[in-house]
């Protein structure tokens, strides 16, 4: 399945997330329960399969992580190689002192000022990130794309920490 | 999917939690990191001058298997040499904390935290480990 075509979108990674939420809406629409309560079941089976796939694509091309496996799989490397560990001990270091700084900043006179500054750095290595990966895919260099995934679901993992932390922060108030 | 009663234990209980000074030429540091899951894993060990592992250390952001796995290394380590801390698998620690298939890569990464930190050791004190006289060779 090419979920870039499902969705009538060119197939490359820079997507433009406008296209695609209107392209996702429209889908829907076509695919709406509603328009088939007179359909046989059959035409409703495939309907039902068409919705899963929209939602499932959907879910794929907005995430850039998710969007740019999908992307190495159809130009032919089936599993991506993801290293089981990652030895960048300069990045490592880096996430160890984020997450540590994340940690601490529940005893800071302004946690919630500490957090947005590091939900703002994570933002802007991220996008860094996918511009990277962007350049690759356009130069048709697929190798050392799998690296930069593995980087960016570890600004992933730290993101979701740093809202939930935000979140709990919150809660107490 | 449901911890085991070991697993939960180092998770509730961690020994061994904190750091070293990483500068110190006693201490070496091992820091790994698992991309499936976003989790990092700092390990240190404190060697005397006999080689054996004094007092180890680590700190992990990750799920309840990792921070046991890394938990019951640093347990294991102390008291042994290089040689014998080089030595242990992951396997091992799979086992200890019954760890289901979906899991064994929290232990790999203990694993490669204990190699990665007497590497380190080895580096810093002018000892060629393993990985680097076969670098060397090749």
Redesign the interface.
């Known amino acids: 399945m090419n979920f870039f075509e499902l969705f009538g979108l060119p197939v490359i990674f820079d997507v433009d997330m406008v296209s695609l939420k209107q392209r996702f809406h429209k889908l829907q629409q076509a695919t709406h329960p509603d328009k088939f309560v007179l359909a046989t079941d059959q035409e409703r089976r495939v309907a039902m399969q068409k919705v899963t796939q929209v939602n499932e694509g959907f879910q794929i091309l907005k995430n850039p992580i998710l969007r740019a496996q999908h992307l190495l799989q159809i130009k032919g490397i089936e599993n991506p190689p993801?290293?089981?560990?990652?030895?960048d001990?300069q990045?490592?270091?880096q996430?160890?002192t984020w997450?540590?700084s994340l940690?601490d900043s529940r005893s800071q006179s302004d946690p919630f000022a500490v957090i947005a500054n590091l939900l703002d750095e994570i933002s802007k290595e991220t996008v860094k990130l996918e511009t990277v990966i962007n350049d690759y895919f356009k130069d048709d260099q697929l190798e050392p794309v799998a690296e930069i995934?593995?980087?960016l679901?570890?600004f992933?993992?730290?993101k979701q920490?740093a809202e939930s932390i935000e979140a709990d922060l919150e809660d107490q108030l | 999917m449901s911890y085991s009663d070991k697993v939960l234990d180092h998770y509730e209980n961690p020994r061994n939690v904190g750091s070293f000074d990483k500068e110190d030429t006693k201490i070496g540091t091992g820091?790994?990191?698992?991309?499936?899951?976003?989790?990092?894993m700092?390990l240190q060990i404190q060697v005397s001058e006999e080689g054996i592992i004094e007092d180890a250390k680590f700190?992990t952001?990750g799920c309840g298997s990792a921070i046991a796995s890394s938990s019951l290394l640093t347990e294991w380590v102390k008291g042994k040499t290089l040689e014998e801390a080089q030595q242990i698998k992951n396997t091992q620690i799979a086992e200890e904390l019954e760890l289901p298939p979906v899991k064994v890569?929290c232990s790999?990464?203990a694993e490669?935290a204990i190699k990665?930190a007497i590497d380190d050791y080895a580096s810093k004190n002018g000892a060629v480990s393993d990985k680097q006289s076969q670098k060397k060779l090749a």
């Open positions: 993801q290293a089981k560990t990652i030895n001990p990045f490592l270091l996430q160890m997450r540590e940690e995934i593995s980087k679901q570890f992933h993992k730290l920490e | 820091m790994v990191g698992a991309p499936a899951c976003g989790d990092v700092r700190k952001y890569h790999v990464l490669d990665a």
